[in-house]
């Protein structure tokens, strides 16, 4: 049965009208990570009122993926854990379940049939992200959650017995509240933080915040007249001894003031922090395919044995022109200079730069242009196996507001998917064994 292409615009409830009521819970945010949290919640008996401040829900959901929403990888557990990093561990109970292939069997069971079609990235079978949210907006309103959009959540409270939600209409009391609000990222789709606040009034620390999976800014000005090219397996690696680390290899593409391309989004994960340590960031790019500096001298050798053609007609052999031409500026080296003409210093300079072409990084794009949030709510204060705040019981928190980000590549959603369950699993039962 196929899915309408535009999910049904959800009821905007008038929010006053749940204010008389003590709810067993209220969700803030109506993103991947608060739709499945209310869910998993509903279906076990409670009552659900969920609040989203933008006039819909699943605003980031919808344009994930280029609109076609890769929801999760088929990685295993570990694989998934360690690309987030060190913290990635945290992430092992969520996953327990609603790992890869529990998540498949979730969205099938609302309706929405996955595919892989690479071996690696899930997506829905439509490749189409509304039907996504279609599935998820249906499954709220079969299981009775309450919704109400257009309520910017503002301050939230516990009065020793209950949370209190204000929002602009009023205030309204509930048993437990899930932190749902995501992060920082894509602000036209409702992000704005707010959810740091929430959690910092009831006495939790927030990690830094940078913008990642956000191309980059660099002070060179030549990327900008190579815009045209992708360069396929580009290493790029940073150029900080203590960091050399941090380096990946994938699609390269260059902008208007810098670079982008899967290898950048993801390790801008990473430099963005280091950016805000160094203020600027050195990378070597190796943009030949990993060819290194014995495999140039090797090939310079051969080439000098060759016809006697200008260097720019044997480099681009290897590189896009302006490319190539942009290289050779940097080894400060006549691209028309003949091929045999180039001996000594100049060959050897020019050798270094093909093998690790100097960038600096001097920024990011901005929360505007990035996929993720690194840094939020310290994960030191709440409780992987249940997504509950160690400070305030009866507080959980789910999906990017949380101090978690991963690459490009399903992991994201996968994480808001899985924590949204999670809590929406465990709570009430938590609240039962404390009694
Ligand atoms: C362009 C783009 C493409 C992406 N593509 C992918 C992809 O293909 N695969 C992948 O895995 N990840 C992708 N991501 C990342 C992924 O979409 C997010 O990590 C994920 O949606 C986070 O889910 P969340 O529920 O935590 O937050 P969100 O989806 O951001 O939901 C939070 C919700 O809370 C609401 N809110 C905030 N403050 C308040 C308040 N005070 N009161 C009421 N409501 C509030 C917001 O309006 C928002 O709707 C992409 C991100 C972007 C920006």
Redesign the pocket.
């Known amino acids: 049965m196929s899915r309408p292409q535009t999910p049904p615009e959800p009821t905007a409830r008038d929010v006053a009208s749940h204010d008389l009521a003590i709810h067993d819970l209220a969700v803030?945010?109506?993103?991947?990570?608060?739709?499945v949290a209310a869910i998993a919640a509903a279906r076990r008996g409670r009552k659900v009122l969920l609040?989203?401040?933008?006039r819909s829900?699943?605003?980031?959901?919808l344009?994930?993926?280029?609109e076609?929403?890769?929801?999760?990888n088929t990685l295993s557990k570990d694989e998934y854990m360690e690309r987030f990093g060190r913290q990635g561990r945290f992430m092992g109970p969520a996953l327990d379940l609603l790992g890869q292939e529990k998540l498949r069997e979730f969205f099938h069971g609302i309706g929405v049939k996955t595919v892989v079609l690479d071996g690696f990235r899930v997506w829905p079978e439509t490749r189409k992200s509304t039907t996504v949210l279609a599935g998820l907006v249906d499954e709220m309103k079969r299981l009775g959650v309450a919704v109400a959009v257009n309520?910017?959540?503002?301050r939230t409270s516990h009065d020793g017995e209950l949370f209190v939600v204000e929002?602009p209409g009023g205030s309204f009391r509930a048993r437990e509240l899930v932190v749902?609000?995501?992060?920082l990222?894509?602000p036209k789709?409702?992000?704005?933080?707010?959810?740091y606040a929430?959690a910092e009034s009831f006495g939790h620390s927030i990690t830094p915040r940078f913008p990642a999976?956000v191309p980059l800014v660099t002070a060179e000005d030549w990327p900008a007249g190579c815009t045209a090219h992708t360069i396929g397996k580009a290493h790029v690696q940073v150029a900080i001894k203590k960091h050399a680390k941090i380096q990946g290899t994938g699609d390269l593409i260059f902008t208007n003031d810098g670079i982008r391309g899967p290898v950048v989004l993801d390790m801008s994960r990473e430099i963005s922090a280091l950016l805000d340590k160094h203020g600027e960031v050195p990378l070597w790019l190796n943009l030949c395919r990993g060819r290194n500096q014995e495999d140039w001298r090797q090939t310079f050798k051969q080439w000098a044995r060759g016809e006697p053609v200008p260097l720019i007609e044997r480099l681009g052999e290897h590189l896009p022109r302006e490319v190539a031409e942009a290289l050779c500026a940097i080894a400060g080296i006549d691209p028309t200079t003949g091929i045999h003409q180039l001996e000594g210093a100049a060959r050897d300079a020019l050798i270094l730069v093909l093998d690790k072409t100097p960038l600096t990084v001097t920024g990011t794009t901005g929360y505007d242009r990035?996929?993720?949030t690194r840094g939020g709510v310290k994960l030191k204060e709440v409780r992987s196996e249940t997504l509950e705040s160690k400070l305030q019981p009866g507080l959980y928190l789910?999906?990017?507001?949380l101090d978690l980000?991963?690459p490009?590549?399903?992991?994201?959603?996968?994480?808001?998917f899985a924590?949204?369950f999670l809590a929406g699993q465990t709570l009430g039962s938590e609240a039962t064994a404390r009694g």
């Open positions: 803030l945010g109506g993103g991947a990570s608060g739709m609040l989203e401040k933008s829900l699943g605003r980031k959901l344009a994930s993926g280029g076609r929403c890769n929801l999760g309520c910017t959540v503002e929002h749902a609000t995501g992060g990222a894509l789709s409702g992000a704005s933080g707010g959810g929430f999976g990035a996929f993720v789910c999906g990017e507001v980000d991963g490009c590549g399903g992991f994201n959603l996968q994480w808001a924590s949204g």
